[in-house]
């Protein structure tokens, strides 16, 4: 199976301020169409999760543009570009390649 | 809009059976993939199961293969989950999430439900 690993772990933000999670896989996630099999997602508190970014670098409807995704291959980033109190929760990555399909273990984002 | 509305949780004794369902609506459901997730209390993401838009291909994680069946009939939206010989870790909230893209079994998950609780206690 592809692991996928998360850091930090926990990452605690300022409103207003930048802020970046890491995954990097087991794996290349490089698909051979040319794209990226990594998904990111937000599980705000007592909610189901939230499809922020897939194929690695596309934003799903509706998800504001503070959020970017990048990397290839084995390293992944996603970056929010300005924090707001709203996007406090859980970060996992998915690795959507190979079945089974992997999470990462969650990146913890709370407000200082 | 799309919705996935999972029912059937609750709370059994170990090495009983339970049925979750998914109801699908506000997509053409006929056409996607569909996956169970898991979450155990205060814990992360587990990828349970995964059918194919046709119902032709379907994968389980080594954890419940053989013990749970995952099916949908596509004449009422509906995704079923059949969990027989329940232990104490399958205790979860378990999700139903749609595949993004159309045909392809494997895929991100673009939508999920709010989730039903399975509570394996005795």
């Known amino acids: 199976d592809i692991v996928l690993t998360q850091s930090p772990l926990s990452l605690p933000v300022t409103p207003g301020e930048p802020a970046a999670i890491s995954c990097r896989s087991s794996q290349s996630l490089l698909h051979s169409f040319g794209h990226n099999s990594l998904a990111w997602y937000l599980q705000k508190p007592g909610q189901s999760p939230q499809l922020l970014i897939y194929l690695g670098s596309n934003r799903a409807s509706g998800v504001p543009d503070r959020f970017s995704g990048s990397g290839s291959g084995t390293d992944f980033t996603l970056n929010i570009s300005r924090v707001e109190a709203e996007d406090v929760g859980v970060y996992y990555c998915m690795q959507a390649l190979q079945t089974p399909p992997t999470f990462g273990p969650g990146t913890k984002v709370d407000i200082k | 809009q799309v919705q996935l509305v999972e029912s059937g949780g609750g709370v059994v004794q170990p090495g009983r059976s339970l049925r979750l369902s998914c109801a699908a609506s506000?997509?053409?459901?006929?056409?996607?993939?569909i996956s169970w997730v898991r979450q155990a209390p205060g814990k992360g993401l587990e990828w349970v199961a995964l059918?194919?838009?046709?119902?032709?291909?379907?994968n389980y994680a080594d954890s419940v293969k053989g013990r749970f069946t995952i099916s949908r009939d596509n004449s009422k939206n509906t995704l079923h989950l059949h969990m027989s010989s329940l232990r104490f870790e399958d205790t979860a909230v378990y999700y139903c999430?749609?595949?993004?893209?159309?045909?392809?079994?494997?895929?991100?998950?673009?939508?999920w439900g709010q989730g039903t609780l399975v509570t394996v206690s005795s």
């Open positions: 059918i194919s838009y046709d119902g032709t291909n379907k």
């Open positions: 999430a749609k595949v993004g893209l159309p045909v392809t079994s494997q895929g991100f998950f673009d939508f």
């Open positions: 506000g997509f053409t459901f006929k056409n996607h993939g």
